[in-house]
T-cell receptor, first 115, second 115 residues
């Protein structure tokens, strides 16, 4: 069984500052993928970034980067230079590569960016 | 690429009624997923299609739930004899290709409210 834990129910950050959203996972699989999604109040789930378990380098996508520490089973999302539009729920998810490609999500972290 | 489309966006119905939701995936995507999201939680997997074959169903999917993808394109999710506990956001996602690191792209969801 897979489990995702996001321990921060809410985070506050000032505009233009960086913020780290925590994610730890539990799995017995050797090959898996980790994803971060953003969900604004409108409800749509927006894909942000992906990290494969065998990727040696941390993934980056624009202002998003994933701090992947495999031994600690953590996959934290770093958002640099926060913008007001970053205010949303953020979900960490994982997918095992050994079965069907369904996602297991954490409970999410609400990020509020203030001016 | 017009994105994943879901219809309706909102559905309000009385307990005991049947409801049906539709999902149109991204046109070239062969994989389609249904998730359910309740307030304050991350999405939970319901069922998965590869082309027209339903390959996996969650234990969350009781006998009152049925999903189809008859021609490997759009999918429907039907809930019979709705109950209060069915109130949730129902999300559809699709992905393509054989590479397991392909992200799932989500629609805006159908919000179901049971009176």
């Amino acid at each position: 069984a897979q489990k995702i834990t996001q321990t921060q129910p809410g985070m506050f950050v000032q505009e233009k500052e960086a913020v780290t959203l925590d994610c730890t996972y539990d799995t017995s699989d050797q090959s898996y993928g980790l994803f971060w999604y953003k969900q604004p109040s409108s409800g749509e789930m927006i894909f942000l970034i992906y990290q494969g378990s065998y990727d040696e380098q941390n993934a980056t996508e624009g202002r998003y980067s994933l701090n992947f520490q495999k031994a600690r089973k953590s996959a934290n999302l770093v958002i640099s230079a926060s913008q007001l539009g970053d205010s949303a729920m953020y979900f960490c998810a994982m997918r095992s590569n050994s079965g069907y490609s369904t996602l297991t999500f954490g409970k999410g972290t609400m990020l509020l960016v203030s001016p | 690429d017009t994105g994943v489309s879901q219809d309706p966006r909102h559905k309000i119905t009385k307990r005991g009624q049947n409801v049906t939701f539709r999902c149109d995936p991204i046109s070239e995507h062969n994989r389609l997923y249904w998730y359910r999201q309740t307030l304050g939680q991350g999405p939970e997997f319901l069922t998965y299609f590869q082309n027209e074959a339903q390959l996996e169903k969650s234990r969350l999917l009781s006998d009152r739930f049925s999903a189809e993808r008859p021609k490997g394109s759009f999918s429907t999710l039907e809930i019979q004899r709705t109950e209060q506990g069915d109130s949730a956001m129902y999300l559809c996602a699709s992905s393509g290709g054989d590479d397991s690191n392909q992200p799932q792209h989500f629609g805006d969801g159908t919000r179901l409210s049971i009176l």
